[in-house]
């Protein structure tokens, strides 16, 4: 059993609609990583978080540490949200742990 | 401001050969980590460097080996080229371990 866990593996949804990812861990961490990856590789931090709720504009990420539990919503979903979405876990370092991701298609 | 750069962007190699993967992190930034990501699978941590001095080594065999330069800048060297290193190789740099990591554009290595 991997360390980190997203669900669903891939997603497609229509423009505008609410997207959730989940992400669970099975290790203490530190902090937890939302990162979003471009086709071509480019990765991009979206969140750190290790207690509570962010924002950032339609992206909201949340996480249960008791729950071992993190989840990614996107509100008002556009075409350009499609990406592939990681969650990842870091300790007392910061090595990162990464789960698989979750390949989000948006359509019109 | 700069970002996370590597060089080369691509690079194709023969089975058994060297290849030096090459990291320049945002200005400031004093620590540079390496991850190995596969097609189709999440990234995994190969070293960690922090004051030029190895913070964490990944699950990868003695082939592969690294190091940080006075200017914080690094190098990921692996030796003996085989197959399974065919991948996109990610350098990321944050100010201090246990921070945000910010990621370079990766140096896709593919070996024949």
């Known amino acids: 059993k991997n360390e980190v866990e997203q669900s669903p593996q891939n997603l497609t949804a229509q423009e505008g609609e609410f997207i959730t990812i989940n992400c669970s861990y099975s290790?203490?961490?530190?902090?937890l990583h939302w990162l979003q990856q471009h086709p071509g590789g480019g990765i991009v931090s979206l969140f750190m978080?290790?207690?509570g709720k962010k924002k950032h504009g339609r992206l909201i990420a949340t996480i249960n540490i008791q729950e071992k539990h993190s989840s990614l919503h996107i509100t008002a979903s556009h075409p350009r949200d499609s990406a592939v979405y990681i969650c990842?876990?870091?300790?007392?370092?910061?090595?990162?742990?990464f789960g698989t991701g979750t390949r989000l298609q948006v359509t019109l | 401001d700069a970002g996370v750069t590597q060089s080369p962007t691509h690079l194709i190699k023969t089975r058994g050969q060297h290849v030096t993967l090459r990291c320049s992190p945002i200005?400031?930034?004093?620590?540079v980590s390496w991850y190995q990501q596969v097609l189709g699978q999440g990234p995994q941590f190969i070293f960690q460097?922090?004051?030029?001095?190895?913070?964490g080594r990944g699950n990868f065999p003695d082939r592969f080996s690294a190091r940080q330069f006075p200017n914080y800048s690094s190098e990921l060297n692996v030796n003996a080229l085989l197959l399974g290193d065919s991948a996109l190789y990610l350098c990321?740099?944050?100010?201090?371990?246990?921070?945000?990591?910010?990621f370079g554009p990766g140096t896709r290595l593919t070996v024949t």
């Open positions: 290790v203490g961490i530190s902090a």
């Open positions: 990842a876990v870091s300790g007392t370092a910061s090595k990162l742990t």
């Open positions: 460097y922090y004051e030029k001095e190895e913070r």
């Open positions: 200005s400031g930034h004093k620590s």
């Open positions: 990321a740099s944050s100010p201090w371990t246990a921070y945000e990591q910010y």
């Open positions: 978080l290790s207690s």
